[in-house]
């Protein structure tokens, strides 16, 4: 036996009307058998569900529906059994109690699909994948995740890989039995030409990564202002709640508020922030002291102007501090004026009282972070920051390969950088190193040749 037997609580624990638990590993069917009345658990072929009870020496603690998943074919490959009970805090709490003295260990979070990739039966894109769809919110985050589940974004590395795994095959078969008798013309021939290909296609995937990225993670947007311009109400204009204190006495805000929107494809996750001035209150200093800390992490500013007065010394402070983020300038108040002083570039008009402009903040938003082409061509998109690195890690050793490729390197010395890059691709999936490597190549190749 590999593994031991885990068990737990699949569902929510809380009033709802089932809770799953799930059990697997080599005992997952005896152990419940051992507590359930019924038929007999052992005897049950695998994809059925029976009904019965669960019992601890002769008291029914559930009437229940037992799901019985036998290895192979099920979610780790294991032995699994589903046991459906009622809702509730109490039961599942008292049946996984029970299965632990019946041998069973209490699961670890995420060890189920921990398994589901050990034992082979999804690599690790998938694995990764399989907490995107849980926490998706939007349809496009949804649809990401489905692509990383199905297997379609291993698919893809799979395939870059093998264009990458056919040029180690022209060094390796060259080397071998040189065609080529200059190890110039093979790289210029056919070496670096092949580079530059896959190379264009890593950098495709990583320029659409930015996008899927932001649909799978989210923008993080700060407001930022001085005191009164607006930014509570325009978050709360934006969230359609009330969620922050709206007053006309400047200093209002003293800590950070968050909320969250879905905007079409992204989620915005707004932080509205304590106006920026200088103060003496202590408390104040230290909101503002947060407001920066902020901004410092956002993917995004929104720079609050209030335009029914000129521009303030603070204002343009902000606006010189600001400037290479990516930022949107929000011209707030032009229900009671317009500021057109010229320091201030692009800005979006809006009134966070009366509700106007917000469509085009939104648009704005959208336009900054989302690539339509992306997202219409339903293509596969990397989005998962892991994965990022990676892509990002191959492009760099090709580059490397490529420069070797131009520095007229002896093409072993170019091999070790092209290697390198499948290798990066092939921590996307979890496959192992050079092993995997080696067997691929074999495969490749007939052994009498
Ligand atoms: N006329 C008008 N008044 C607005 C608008 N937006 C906000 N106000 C008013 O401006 C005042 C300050 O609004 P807040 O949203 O509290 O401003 P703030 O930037 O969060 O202020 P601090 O938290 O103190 O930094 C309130 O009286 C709002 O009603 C607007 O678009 N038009
Ligand atoms: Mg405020």
């Given at each position: 036996m590999l593994y031991d037997t885990i068990v737990g609580i699949a569902t929510l624990r809380g009033t709802s009307a089932i809770n799953v638990i799930r059990v697997s590993g080599d005992d997952a069917v005896t152990a419940v058998a051992a507590v359930f009345r019924g038929r007999d658990l052992t005897t049950v072929p695998s994809h059925n569900v029976i009904y019965g009870h669960i019992v601890e020496r002769d008291a029914v603690i559930d009437e229940v529906l037992v799901s019985v998943f036998l290895t192979p074919k099920s979610f780790t490959a294991e032995n699994v059994v589903e046991i459906s009970t009622h809702g509730g805090y109490l039961i599942p709490e008292k049946i996984v109690s029970l299965l632990v003295s019946k041998g069973c260990r209490v699961a670890e979070p995420g060890e189920f699909t921990r398994r589901a990739y050990?034992?082979?039966?999804?690599?690790?894109?998938?694995?990764?994948?399989?907490?995107?769809?849980?926490?998706?919110?939007?349809?496009?985050?949804?649809?990401?995740?489905?692509?990383?589940?199905?297997?379609?974004?291993?698919?893809?590395?799979?395939?870059?890989?093998?264009?990458?795994?056919?040029?180690?095959?022209?060094?390796?078969?060259?080397?071998?039995?040189p065609e080529y008798d200059d190890a110039i013309v093979m790289t210029d021939r056919i070496i670096h030409p092949k580079l530059r290909e896959v190379s264009a296609r890593i950098d495709e995937a990583i320029a659409k990564a930015a996008t899927g990225k932001v649909i799978r993670d989210g923008v993080k947007a700060v407001i930022i202002g001085k005191p009164n311009v607006g930014k509570s109400s325009l978050l709360n204009t934006l969230l359609g709640e009330d969620k922050a204190i709206v007053t006309e006495i400047s200093g209002t805000t003293r800590d950070l508020v968050e909320g969250e929107l879905n905007l079409g494809d992204i989620t915005l996750k707004l932080i509205d922030t304590a106006g920026i001035r200088e103060t003496v209150d202590p408390v104040e200093s230290i909101g503002i002291a947060r407001s920066r800390k902020a901004m410092d992490e956002a993917d995004l500013v929104l720079l609050v102007l209030d335009q029914s007065a000129s521009l303030t010394e603070t204002d343009r402070k902000l606006l010189e501090l600001t400037k290479d983020k990516p930022r949107i300038v929000v011209g707030n108040k032009v229900d009671l004026g317009k500021n057109s002083d010229p320091v201030v570039g692009r800005m979006i008009d809006v009134s966070a009282k009366h509700k106007t402009g917000i469509r085009e903040l939104e648009d704005e938003v959208h336009r900054l972070f989302v690539d339509e082409r992306v997202v219409a061509s339903g293509e596969v998109v990397i989005a998962n920051a892991r994965h990022i690195g990676k892509l990002k890690e191959a492009a760099l050793a090709l580059s490397d390969s490529m420069t070797a490729c131009v520095a007229r390197l002896p093409v072993d010395m170019i091999e070790i950088d092209i290697r390198r890059a499948w290798e990066a691709l092939g921590e996307i999936t979890g496959e192992s190193g050079s092993d995997a490597l080696i067997a691929s190549l074999f495969s490749r190749f007939c052994l009498g040749k």
């Open positions: 050990l034992n082979g039966r999804i690599d690790l894109s998938q694995a990764e994948s399989v907490m995107d769809v849980i926490h998706a919110k939007t349809d496009a985050q949804l649809r990401l995740a489905h692509q990383g589940l199905d297997g379609s974004v291993a698919a893809f590395i799979a395939s870059i890989q093998k264009e990458i795994l056919e040029i180690v095959a022209a060094i390796e078969v060259n080397i071998d039995y």
